[in-house]
């Protein structure tokens, strides 16, 4: 029979119930708040816990953490005296974080949109229409799909920025647009299984593919970041490379201090008959986590 329509029960510490909100109530007294909130409870290890009988109708109350949420609604959040915590901190952006934004103003200045897209995406999206084999791609991959526009997540910035531009061919060209946000990795050196990358994207969309105007972007950058170019000694570099989502001949692969950061070039004919596109793109996409 679906849906199952069981009651279950979950036993709160009362302590626990006082520390989190912040109270100095009774059993009987929580007893009754939670009760109100359409959670039966009663009294139960001689005054020291709650037992609550969840009804199939708060899917919402999954963890303890809820029913001392709706204990605190009961009680009324402006009824808890407000206290200074015993520990003192001082809240302060992530360098990441800072580091992105701060890119995003250099970038924006530059003549670039902003997008956001999905962090999930096809596999194909990453795979075939790049030109590459899912297999050998560290995809972290969705159970159970619900659409097959959201089977992994990405691994790249490159298929949200094509797809984007796909929706806007209509627009006056040439298209200018780039990205910063996590791409995950399937990694063995993490307790989770995967590892979140801030990742740089952008791509030049128009009648020719204008490296040039890419080019100038990283170059750019690497200003902002107060990194030379540099042949031989500390600073920046590009190398000549052959990777499967760019034109043969025309993608670089992008160094730092002799650590590889990303990629740049023009993008293969077949990458752009996949996401439906009929003119050049040029594009860029480096970690941005090297320089935290």
Known sequence: ICPELNYRHETVQLSEINMRIGIGESAESVAALLTRMCLKSSVTEEGRAIKVEVPPTRPDI??????????AIAYGFNKIKMTFPNTTTIAKQLAINKLSDQLRNGICAAGFTEVFTFALCSRDDIANKLRGNIDDIPAV????????????????LLPGLLKTIASNKNRPLPLKL???SDVVLKTSDKAVGATNRRHLG?????????????HSLL????????????????GYVIKSADRPAFFPGRCGE??????????????HP??????ELNMAVSALEICVETFV
Not at 202 to 214: D, N
Not at 219 to 234: D, K, S, V
Not at 270 to 275: E, K, M, N, P, T
């Open 178 to 180: 780039f990205e910063i």
């Open 254 to 267: 992008v160094y730092v201090d002799g650590r590889l950061i990303g990629n740049v070039g023009v993008l």
């Open 62 to 71: 999954i963890h303890c953490c809820d029913i001392i949420e709706d204990a």
């Open 219 to 234: 170059h750019r950058i690497m200003q902002l970041l107060q990194i030379p170019f540099n042949r031989n000694g500390a």
């Open 141 to 156: 991959h969705i159970g159970n799909p619900k659409s097959t526009e959201f089977q992994v997540v990405r691994t790249t």
């Open 202 to 214: 952008a791509v030049f969309y128009g009648k020719t593919p204008c490296f040039e105007v890419i």
């Open 270 to 275: 077949d990458v752009l008959s996949a996401f």
